[in-house]
Structure formats: structure tokens, C-alpha cells
């Protein structure tokens, strides 16, 4: 970090800035307008409708890196609690107007922001791709979904409704809902814009202001985000976009008494932090969607001639897609003892066929992130593990130059009790072992301390619900997996959250609910 106070934050420069990049939406014309800067980018705040050089004088500067190239791609600021205050401040100020927007409102301010987000999808994509690391047709489809959130929430707001119910005759009691006031939106690294909005969308649908944090490795999407919201005229304060890391800006964006919830997502020990730092404010909302160690179960009948293609496509998608940067991965893979050496074998056939670095695969989002997978691929050598594809990379020197890419890694023979089964690696590796009947393929599911989501792959109809139901997990996918339906509870078990969104899910984290009861005479 450095501290500098440099003519780049005028805001005459941060709104010529802003016009210029807004134009790059081919990775061409991207990477034209990363050379031709001076100095490296800078990226401002989004504060009460305007970019915002930060108030304390001089600024601490966090570097973010081109994980594709291992180069500096941009400086953001780390937002110290004076000025994380003073968003908030601005959140609470619009929280007294917006709260009481009708539906309708709410509802095309919305539409109006997915519109203009379907307009700008490349530009969207291109630089998601270059900040975070993914493919550019990885970031398309998270765009998309980015999209979806705003309009989901922008009809779902529309037809919500309240339940009312009499009593004996006597009483008419209903469920009297307002927003819940100003939240703090923290997302991660690996679906940046795809989660942030997952955030947004709800909490300003259910009539709530946000101030939003997106992580200090991939802030990119959520400033051009800002750019877009003005565009759309969403009211000044609505929506604040801050930047900053974890302990710093994060940490006072939590603690904050004027804010009323936190919608966060990340690592279980972040969420843990985020708890232990609210604990003593009961009244604060706190949805926490955190870490998993996802099974998959691959029952024989699958690898029947008719599905045979179709498991293995699954179970390959749900390890690497996304560089197995994605909160749900399957990344335990456990299959019937009967059909474990041909599922091996045919799906390290494929993984080496269609997941191929730099083409279908990324580069993982940073330099820590490379060195933690790299530390637990060295692991598998030294624990004797057998890699049917992959090995170690490189160990890389930050001052190198070179990007983050890891190839697929399958590993078997993988010790009873490994930390490469209970740790959440969250990369591009997987690890497949055997099982002998249902009974052992359910204990070693739920054999740990995460209950996010799960696969189960199996033509057996009972089974489906058999197995399906007793797996400790928030989401579980049979036959497919990360079909989402945006109405449906997201969220999981034990170390891996607490609360649900999605739909009337988030409606619990947004608003308030107050009973009436009104007599009847
Ligand atoms: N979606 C998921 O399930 C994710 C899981 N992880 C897991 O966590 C591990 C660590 O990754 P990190 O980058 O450290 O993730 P993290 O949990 O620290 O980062 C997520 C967000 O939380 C913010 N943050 C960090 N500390 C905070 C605090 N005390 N108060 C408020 N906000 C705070 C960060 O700035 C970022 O915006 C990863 O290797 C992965 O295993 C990480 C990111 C996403
Ligand atoms: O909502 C989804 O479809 C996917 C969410 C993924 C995460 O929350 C994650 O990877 O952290």
C-alpha cells in the first residue's frame, strides 16, 4: 500500500477517466487504454451520485493486479472509517426518500439498470475478465446473471405480497413490511459483479440503501457498476460503492451503528469476523453466505451407457468452472466403488480434453490465491496422492510479471482425513475417492464442517430423495448443477452460513415485519 495525492483524483480528471473507459469494450481497445495511461489507474469512489476523491489527505492506495499477465492493473483507495462514515451518512440520508418509493418505482428504476447493463454487457465482460482472471465467455454468462438479478427483483417487487388472516372472527392480524434501513454489501473475489448485484438488486428493490464493498482484488466492475447507476439515474446516495480491503474499510463498514444489516459473502473466517463484530448489535441483519467443501456422489447407474456422457460432463463442470472459483464447486468427488476406475479414467480424458488453460480455463484471481493452491497441490506430493492430471506450478515472483494459471488438477489415493478433503481450496482442483454403498456415501458428504451445496448423480428416482434429503447442505443439485432459479433460498448449513436469498428469502433480509392486529367491531 502507498500513500499518494496525486492530480489524478481532480474530479474534472475522474470524469474524463470515466467517459474514456466507459468506450473500451473490446479487449483490444482495454488493453489500448491500459498502455496509453501515464500512471496506473486509479479508481474513485462512488458517493452520493458522484466519483469521490477520498476526504483524508494523503490516500492510502491498494495495487490490484492483471491476474492473466501478473501485472498492475489499477490502484484503488483504502477507504478509511472517516470516509466509510461519511457514505453511510449519505445511504441513511437517500434511506428517507427511497424507503418511501412505491414498488412501481423501485421496480423501473430497476428495470432501467438491467436495460442499460444488457446495452453495455461487453464492456462489462471484457474488463470482469481482465480484473478477475476468468474467461471472457465465463464473464459474459456471470454479466448476464448480473442482469437477471436486477430484473428478477424489478418484477418480484411488483407481485409481493403479505399475508393476512382472521382470527375467530375477532381480529384481522396481518404482516406489515418496511425496509429494514441501510445495509453494508460485501462481496468477493470470484463472481464480482455477478455477486455484488445479487446484493443490490434486493436490497434496493425492498426499498433499503446500500453502501457496497467489493473486494479489493477485483473492484473494477463495481466502479464502472457506479458509472452505470448514474447513468440510470438511480437517486444519489441510493447506492454507494466504496473500495477498500477487509480490515480497514470492511471492518468499519460492519461495525458502523448507523448501519442497519449486512448482506456479506466470502471466507468462514471473514464471516465469522463480520459476526463477532456485530455481536453486541442485536438488531443489526446479518446474512452471511461463506465457504463449502461441496460433495458430489456419483451412484453406478449414472455411468450407464444413456447418462454416462452427461455425469461426466456435470462432475467435470462442478470441479473447474470457473477455475473451481466458485463457492459451490464440487470438489469432493466420491464414486461407487463399481464404476470409480472408468469414472476416473473418463473424466480425466475429458478434463484434459475441454479444460484447457487459457483457452476454457483462467487464470486464479491473485498472486495469495495462487501461492494457497499452489501450497495444497504441494501437499498432495508430499501426502503421496496420486495426480491423474495437474501438478505443481511454478512458484512465482511477485515482481515477475506472470500470470496466475494453474492446470486442472484430479488427484486420487488422497489420505483418509487430508486436509485436501476438509480444506476449501477454492481452485482448480478436485479429489475423487471410492465408495462402497449409499450408507458410506452419505457419511463422507456430510463428513464436514461446510453444508453448502451438493451433487447427487444417480437415475435412481428414490434415490434422488433418498440421499438428497439427508445430505447436510443448503442447495442440492441432482443431475445438474448451478441451475438457479432466483426465487429459490440460497444460503447453507453449519460453517457455511446462516440466513437464505433469494425472492422472499431476501425479503427477510431487507425488511422489517411487524404484525397488526385490528378487531373487528
Ligand atoms: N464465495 C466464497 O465462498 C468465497 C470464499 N472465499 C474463501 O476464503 C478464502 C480467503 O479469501 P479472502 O480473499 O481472504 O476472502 P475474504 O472473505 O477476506 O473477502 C471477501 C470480502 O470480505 C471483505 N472483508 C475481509 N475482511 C473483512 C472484515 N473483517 N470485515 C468486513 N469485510 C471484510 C474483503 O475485503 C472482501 O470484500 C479463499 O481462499 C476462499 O477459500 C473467498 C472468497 C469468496
Ligand atoms: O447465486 C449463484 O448463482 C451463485 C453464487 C455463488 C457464490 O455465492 C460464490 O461463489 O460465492
Redesign the pocket.
Known sequence: MEATNSEQWTQQALEEFATEIWTCNTVERAASFIGSQKSPICLPNYVAGRLTPLQSQPMALIDSFNPQTGSLLCKLPCTPASDVETAIQHARHAFTTWSKTTRRERSSHLRRISDLLQEHRELFAVWESIDQGKTLERARIEVD?AISNFSYFSTYILHEHTTARMVDGVALTYEHRSPAGVFALI??W??PL??LT?KIAPCIAFGCTAVAKPSEITSMSAYLLGLLLRKAELPPGVVNIILGDGPTTGAALVASPSVDGVSF??GTQTGIAIRRATAHQIRKHLSL?L??KNPNLVFADAMDPATRDRTIRIAASAAFE?QG?????GSRIYVERAVYEDFVREITEYVAEKYVLRKTVGAVASLQHYDKIRGYLQMAVEEKATFKLGGIPPALDKDQNQGYWINPAILTDVASGSVLQKDEIFGPVVTISPFEDEEEAVRLANDSEYGLAAVVLTNDGARMRRVGERIEAGMVWVNCW?V?E?GTP?GGMKNSGTGR??GEYSREVFTVVRTLHLPSD
Open positions: 446473471r462481496s468477493p470470484n463472481m455477478y455477486l445479487w459473502t466470502g453466505e465457504g463449502g470457473n472459483e466458485i463457492c459451490l464447486c448451478l438457479r432466483l440460497f436469498e433469494g
